[in-house]
Nanobody, 116 residues
Framework: QVQLVESGGGLVQPGGSLRLSCAASGSIFSINVMGWYRQAPGNKQRELVA????????NYADSVKGRFTISRDNAKNTVYLQMNSLKPEDTAVYYCYIERPVGGSWGQGTQVTVSS
């Protein structure tokens, strides 16, 4: 089994910053992709925020490009999401995701609320 432990969510004012972390443990091997998705209030689906491969290739949603930065520490099996210039529309539950040859795994989610 794989455990994903997220941290770093919270309440922040518009224009502020937060840094999310997600540490993977357990039966970890061959993690290909690590990433973040989010589910906003009232939305039934999770949307991609950003992903990063083992080699460091990144992919971002258009809505966060230039504001969010994803990074990972392969030795620690940890992925980070630095979120700057936060907007109220970034309010959502953020989920960590990892992809391995045997399949994907999700974290439990961490709430990010952007409000004055």
């Amino acid at each position: 089994q794989v455990q994903l432990v997220e941290s770093g969510g919270g309440l922040v004012q518009p224009g502020g910053s937060l840094r999310l972390s997600c540490a993977a443990s357990g039966s970890i091997f061959s993690i290909n992709v690590m990433g973040w998705y989010r589910q906003a209030p009232g939305n039934k689906q999770r949307e991609l925020v950003a992903t990063i491969t083992t080699g460091g290739s990144t992919n971002y949603a258009d809505s966060v490009k230039g504001r969010f930065t994803i990074s990972r520490d392969n030795a620690k099996n940890t992925v980070y999401l630095q979120m700057n210039s936060l907007k109220p529309e970034d309010t959502a539950v953020y989920y960590c995701y990892i992809e391995r040859p045997v399949g994907g795994s999700w974290g439990q989610g961490t709430q990010v609320t952007v409000s004055s």
